[in-house]
Structure formats: C-alpha cells, structure tokens
C-alpha cells in the first residue's frame, strides 16, 4: 500500500538555522515524489520534484531508496519559509493519484 | 479561468443535510482530484478522475460521499446527510495529464464547509 509519513506535526528553528522536514514513504513499485507548500491564506502549491533535481527558494531533496525517505532541506531557513509542507508521492505508471503525508508546520523565528 | 476554481467558498450546513461541492479544473486539464484537509489528519484523497477512465473512489470515506464529473470538466462532490465529522476543507485539484515528472497538479483554494 501507498503510505507517506511525516513524523513532525511542527517545526520550529530560529531564522539562520539549518532545517530538515522529515518525509518517510512506502511504495512496492518506483515512487515519484513531491513536496507542496501551502503559506498563510494561500493555496497549496508544489514546491519540487525529485526527478528535477532541482533546488527551489533553497529547499532541496533527496530520494533515498534504501531509507525510502525524502527529507526536505534549507541550509538557512528564512521567516517568509514558515508555512505547511506536505510530502507526496505518485506511482510511476499509476493512473496518477497522488499520497499526502499529513505535513508539517514549519515556523521560523526572527 | 487561470485556476482551479471552487464553489461555494464557505458553506454551513446542519447536520443531516445534503450539500453540493463544485470544481472548475483549468481548462484543457484532464485529470481532477477532490481531497479533504483538517486538522490532524492533513491531506486525505477522495478521488480521482483520468479523462474518460473509470474513476477511483478508494478514498471515499462512506456511502454518503459521492462525485461525478460531467463532460470530462465540472466536477461535483456531494455528501450526503452530513455529520459533524464531514467539516473540512475539500479541495479540488487538477492537472494535464496524471501526475508524472512533466505536470503538476494545481489547486483551488477549497471549499470550506461548517456542520452543525
């Protein structure tokens, strides 16, 4: 079965410091995963993909299959970075449906 | 329009009524998802519909809970005699094609809905 854990429900680290948002997934098959953001009064919105690489707002993430994590990273975390952060994951060659983790409230204090 | 767009934004309702949920996907956009986000639960699916594919209903939570997209587009959830339980914020969302490492998925800002 598709299941994503996140096991912190809040976070909070002073602006500066390093953060790391925990993302644990199970999946039998190759996952794809994400992390979505959701700011104060704002929709939720994807933050970034694993398969890009890529590094958004200086988030990034690595896959790890033999952990089967996805932790999400900001070496300096920024007050404007305080918001919800959702884990997902989509299977390859799956209809599509995309797994929420139940997130984690990032609060970064000034 | 330029996004998802739902209706009604907020809704109270009392309990043991029936109430209606609308999405508008993005255009050209041909799979649309409903979730259901409250407090200490996070995002839980509800279901999903892939162009003119069967839908998936496996995260419906009960009978009472149903959908239907008209025309590939529209879509309506509806929960039936609703229960103090049922408040949350329903959140529609919508994407190309199935979510992959092309697309994206994009949301509406959710219906929020009060039972009393």
């Known amino acids: 079965a598709q299941r994503v854990t996140q096991p912190e429900k809040l976070l909070s680290v002073f602006k500066g410091a390093p953060v790391e948002l925990k993302c644990n997934y199970s999946y039998s098959g190759s996952p794809e995963l994400f992390w979505y953001v959701q700011y104060s009064r704002q929709r939720l919105q994807l933050l970034l993909r694993h398969i890009s690489r890529e590094s958004i707002k200086g988030f990034t993430a690595d896959l790890n299959k033999g952990e089967t994590s996805f932790h999400l990273k900001k070496p300096f975390a920024q007050e404007e970075d305080s918001a919800m952060y959702y884990c997902?994951?989509?299977?390859?060659?799956?209809?599509?449906?995309?797994?929420f983790g139940k997130g984690t409230k990032l609060s970064v204090k000034p | 329009g330029a996004g998802v767009s739902q209706s009604p934004s907020n809704k109270v309702t009392e309990k043991g009524k029936d109430v209606e949920l609308r999405c508008d996907p993005i255009s050209g956009h041909t799979a649309l998802y409903w979730y259901r986000q409250s407090l200490g639960q996070g995002l839980e699916f509800l279901i999903y519909f892939q162009g003119n594919s069967a839908p998936d209903k496996s995260g419906l939570p009960s009978d009472r809970f149903s959908a239907e997209r008209t025309g590939g587009s529209v879509s309506t959830l509806t929960i039936q005699r609703t229960q103090q339980e049922d408040s949350a914020v329903y959140l529609c969302a919508s994407s190309p094609l199935h979510v992959s490492t092309a697309n994206t998925i994009y949301f509406g800002e959710g219906s929020w809905l009060t039972v009393v």
């Open positions: 997902a994951l989509s299977g390859r060659g799956s209809q599509g449906n995309l797994i």
